[in-house]
């Protein structure tokens, strides 16, 4: 059998495993898509008016949902990923890792089955939130078949740019309670970007810190994608951001990884 042949059969016996402790545990992850579920219904329900208000001179709750989805959908990627900062800092906290390093397995395996399991929870996670603002109002009536394509594209590049990061975080964490703690920039971000306010209703001072963010751009191209509106040099941001914080993240934790000693 081929290395090649090898990387893949472990990854996937790794990714399985992965996959096979979510569905055991899964009050992690019903947490975390809490969180943008009650984002979602909070600002459409209580807010909806005054925000849409505020955006477009008239109060239409209707049109802040729209507004608004595309970020929540990239808010609950940012969630997920914290799950995954959380899973692997307890893969190496409590040994497993350094049972696996005895075994004739593939070596960057471990690594790969976390990834590919967290774009996989990432992705679905983004369809039951997305399900949930279907369900209340959201209607993307004007995009085609190949938007929604680049638009499901987009977000799992965002969810394979940010789980490389997450799984950097986890690795460098001691404990999994420091992970979660380490990886909540992951979910605070998309609140200082242009998901619930456009930037230009930002103060002066804080606008390019929310323009240039690697969630803004996203955003802003998936409201393009879904919605009809102008995504101009966003669509290249989000790309490069996406492909920029890959890379970052997978250098980043395979370093970490062939050097823990744990």
Same mark, same amino acid.
């Given at each position: 059998?081929?290395s090649?042949?090898?990387?893949?059969?472990?990854?996937?016996?790794?990714?399985?495993?992965?996959?096979?402790?979510?569905?055991? %545990?899964?009050?992690?992850?019903?947490?975390?898509?809490?969180?943008?579920?009650?984002?979602?219904?909070?600002?459409?329900y209580?807010?909806?008016?005054?925000?849409?208000?505020?955006?477009?001179?008239? =109060?239409?709750?209707?049109? %802040?949902?729209? %507004?608004?989805? =595309?970020?929540?959908?990239?808010?609950?990627?940012?969630?997920?990923?914290?799950?995954?900062?959380?899973s692997?800092?307890?893969?190496?906290?409590?040994?497993?890792?350094?049972?696996?390093?005895?075994? $004739?397995?593939?070596r960057?395996?471990?690594? !790969?089955?976390?990834v590919v399991?967290?774009?996989?929870? *990432?992705?679905?996670?983004?369809?039951?939130v &997305?399900?949930?603002?279907? $369900?209340? &109002?959201?209607?993307?009536?004007d995009?085609?078949?190949?938007?929604?394509?680049?638009?499901?594209?987009?977000?799992?590049?965002?969810?394979l740019?940010l789980?490389?990061?997450a799984?950097?975080?986890?690795?460098?964490?001691?404990?999994?309670?420091?992970?979660?703690?380490?990886?909540l920039?992951?979910?605070?971000?998309p609140?200082?970007?242009?998901?619930?306010?456009?930037?230009?209703?930002?103060? &002066?001072?804080?606008?390019? !810190? @929310?323009?240039?963010?690697?969630?803004? =751009?996203?955003?802003?191209?998936?409201?393009?994608?879904?919605? +009809?509106?102008?995504?101009?040099?966003? +669509?290249?941001?989000?790309? @490069?951001? *996406?492909? +920029?914080?890959? !890379?970052?993240? %997978?250098?980043w934790?395979?370093?970490?990884?062939?050097?823990?000693?744990?």
């Amino acid at each position: 059998m081929s290395s090649l042949s090898l990387a893949v059969r472990d990854s996937t016996t790794m990714l399985r495993r992965n996959l096979l402790h979510a569905r055991r %545990y899964p009050s992690m992850t019903l947490n975390l898509l809490l969180t943008p579920v009650m984002l979602l219904l909070l600002f459409v329900y209580v807010f909806g008016d005054t925000m849409s208000a505020g955006i477009s001179g008239t =109060p239409d709750r209707s049109q %802040y949902i729209a %507004y608004l989805v =595309p970020g929540i959908l990239l808010l609950t990627i940012g969630g997920t990923t914290i799950g995954t900062a959380v899973s692997v800092a307890m893969d190496m906290s409590e040994g497993i890792i350094a049972r696996f390093r005895t075994l $004739a397995i593939h070596r960057g395996s471990v690594i !790969v089955g976390h990834v590919v399991g967290s774009v996989l929870q *990432c992705v679905m996670s983004v369809l039951l939130v &997305g399900a949930v603002a279907v $369900a209340i &109002g959201f209607r993307s009536t004007d995009a085609t078949a190949l938007e929604w394509l680049l638009a499901l594209g987009l977000l799992a590049l965002v969810s394979l740019a940010l789980t490389w990061i997450a799984v950097g975080m986890g690795l460098s964490s001691p404990n999994a309670e420091a992970a979660s703690n380490n990886a909540l920039p992951l979910m605070v971000l998309p609140l200082l970007s242009s998901a619930f306010v456009p930037v230009d209703a930002m103060p &002066g001072w804080f606008q390019p !810190v @929310a323009e240039y963010q690697p969630f803004t =751009p996203a955003i802003e191209t998936l409201r393009g994608l879904l919605l +009809g509106t102008g995504i101009g040099h966003n +669509g290249w941001l989000a790309a @490069a951001w *996406c492909l +920029g914080l890959t !890379v970052l993240g %997978y250098l980043w934790s395979r370093s970490l990884f062939a050097r823990d000693p744990k």
